[in-house]
């Protein structure tokens, strides 16, 4: 989301309904089933709905009394503190379903305990499943906070385990163990979907990067690896320094130097482009990495990437690589209009070193470990996300966790108020299962929203990180980028309509309405204005963009919706999403599958809704 302060209040305006498109017969086969349909499938992984489906050992493991916290919620599974011979029990039977050939278990644990040897484990928590170990942790694991742990547990798939964990104390001296927002989320390849035009692909990103005192200023170094997955050679790549929009060539908020793995050459598209020459071509599945130093100066402005008084927003700040695919180099310019931003799935594992005053909130799993006096140091982890964000300021956080068992923490800027912070808290865990209920499960562990009402703009979507006014409908939208941009991508440049109409429509779904009538109020502006304009388009015609790319895209899949029906529709756009996960989605693959979901000719509803490729 981006664009005009309510850019996703726009679409809200039009009210709902159809233009039914002529229904000429054709024969088409219908949509292929998907083999892994992703879910999280441990229930009640927040232990905030009693203690069914758990066995607890004995009563009254699963609580909210007092001498614990909750990670998130009010309640917690307590284990052992009991300083005598001792042993506790938390488990629960999951399925893990066949053709998911990605299923990660995570948890949340917090260590106290009165041992004060710094050597021997005396007191012990082992997490299994099935008959095998995962982990076991002691009294010397002991902490201030909860710390997320995290399994691969892939091998498994086509099971049904069991999941425990079994603490045990000796005869003296009490461990507590304390479990929160336990979730085994499953989905389908580990790879994006293979497109041999598209490279590099499989990038993996490792940064490390030290702020001054007010979280402006980050140095450091990153590296990039990756795959060439074309049958084209690849002699180069380029770096996208997407933030050096806002500033100048004689000026970079983000700076590269000192370059290995290859020749840094000019810099272009207004100095967002580095062009890296590779020492030899790539033939195909030939893979290399690249390193560089990085600066990064935050600007003043309650931006996407700016600094808010004490609060910074960082996004788009970490160089990423752009995509070569069978149009060639995709090197677009920046947008403020919208969003520009055109990457395939990737890893990142980007450590932060700052002050401990900040509150650090960013894309993956973060855990907090002490650095040097004064200072924290936030390692963040994601898998298969397209960029990178984070914040960096004295946020008031509150944290709970859906009903379905994702992680949501809630960063406010000074001024929101802790009514609108605890709104804005069960708007996220609302909207994520609703979501996940259309689409498939949430991927990537937990959430943060950052808030703060000076954003000129309605939010802004990040792989597991969103930065939003205080508003329903406009988190709500955020939430949803995270299927309809994080998980299924597109070119965000050349084919905005693919996540913001599609987001829109799935804020629509999750807030009940219906889209009766909106496509009636439509009226267009030019016979060139289309629904699938890109945004070189939509940055000559600003005023029409929010019009057009949000309210009548919304209305033609709602339009869309009425011609298929609910329950088609509804499979239509949750296997399209599985056969997409972790890839990139096109206009005319879209279009394929809706045709294929139907036997009514759809040849006039994209002439009639002004839907191109």
């Avoid at 160089?319 to 990457?343: K, Q």
């Avoid at 709602?558 to 296997?575: E, F, N, Q, S, W």
């Amino acid at each position: 989301m981006r664009a005009t302060p309510h850019k996703a209040l726009a679409a809200s305006a039009f009210a709902i309904a159809a233009l039914v498109a002529t229904a000429l017969p054709a024969t088409s086969a219908a949509a292929a089933p998907a083999a892994c349909t992703p879910a999280q499938v441990v229930a009640n992984g927040g232990l905030e709905s009693g203690t069914s489906p758990w066995t607890q050992s004995q009563t009254g493991l699963i609580t909210n009394r007092t001498g614990q916290s909750a990670h998130g919620g009010t309640y917690f599974a307590w284990l052992n503190g009991v300083g005598s011979t001792h042993t506790d029990t938390l488990s629960q039977s999951v399925t893990i379903p066949s053709g998911c050939s990605t299923a990660s278990l995570t948890f949340w644990l917090h260590v106290d305990t009165a041992e004060t040897t710094t050597s021997t484990k005396y007191d012990k928590l082992t997490a299994k499943i099935g008959t095998t170990t995962l982990a076991t942790y002691s009294n010397l694991d002991k902490n201030t906070g909860y710390v997320q742990k995290s399994f691969d547990v892939s091998a498994f798939a086509g099971q049904t385990v069991s999941l425990a964990f079994t603490g045990t104390e000796d005869s003296s001296l009490k461990t507590n163990f304390v479990l929160d927002d336990i979730a085994l989320n499953t989905s389908g390849d580990t790879t994006p979907p293979g497109d041999s035009t598209r490279t590099p692909a499989a990038p993996a990103y490792t940064v490390s990067l030290s702020s001054n005192a007010a979280g402006t200023v980050w140095t450091g170094h990153q590296s990039a690896s990756f795959t060439n997955a074309s049958a084209t050679p690849l002699g180069e790549v380029y770096l996208r320094l997407w933030d050096n929009y806002h500033g100048t060539c004689a000026a970079m908020p983000i700076v590269v130097s000192n370059v290995t793995g290859g020749t840094a050459g000019a810099l272009s598209v207004n100095c967002t482009a580095l062009k890296i020459d590779l020492p030899a071509p790539l033939t195909q599945g030939q893979s290399a990495t690249i390193g560089f130093d990085l600066g990064i100066t935050v600007p003043s402005g309650a931006d996407r990437f700016g600094y808010d008084g004490a609060f910074s927003f960082i996004g788009n700040a970490l160089p990423v690589l752009a995509v070569r695919d069978g149009a060639g180099w995709h090197l677009d310019p920046y947008t403020n209009n919208g969003e520009s931003f055109y990457s395939l799935a990737s890893d990142f594992s980007v450590a932060l070193d700052h002050p401990s005053s900040l509150l650090v909130p960013a894309t993956g799993a973060s855990v907090d470990t002490p650095g040097t006096s004064g200072r924290t140091v936030t390692t963040a982890t994601a898998s298969k996300v397209r960029d990178f964000a984070w914040a960096a300021g004295p946020f008031s956080k509150i944290s709970g966790t859906s009903a379905a068992g994702t992680p949501v923490n809630v960063y406010s800027v000074s001024g929101i108020s802790a009514s609108d912070s605890q709104s804005m808290l069960t708007t996220a865990k609302s909207a994520v299962d609703a979501h996940s209920a259309r689409f498939g499960a949430y991927p990537y562990g937990e959430l943060d929203a950052v808030i703060d009402n000076n954003f000129w703009f309605g939010g802004m979507e990040y792989p597991g990180f969103v930065l939003d006014l205080v508003s329903t409908t406009a988190l709500t939208h955020e939430i949803a980028h995270q299927w309809w941009y994080g998980i299924v991508g597109d070119d965000q440049y050349n084919n905005p309509w693919l996540d913001e109409a599609f987001t829109d429509y799935a804020t629509d779904l999750a807030q009940n309405k219906t889209g009766a009538s909106c496509w009636n109020s439509v009226s267009w502006a030019s016979s060139a204005e289309k629904i699938s304009n890109s945004m070189a388009y939509w940055d000559t015609h600003s005023s029409r963009y929010s019009t057009v790319i949000y309210g009548y895209g919304k209305c033609a899949l709602h339009d869309l919706r009425r011609v298929l029906g609910d329950t088609a529709m509804a499979k239509l756009l949750k296997d399209y999403a599985t056969s997409h996960w972790y890839g990139v989605s096109t206009t005319a693959e879209f279009k394929a599958a809706a045709q294929a979901a139907t036997t009514t000719d759809l040849t006039s509803f994209w002439t009639t809704h002004r839907i191109d490729g």
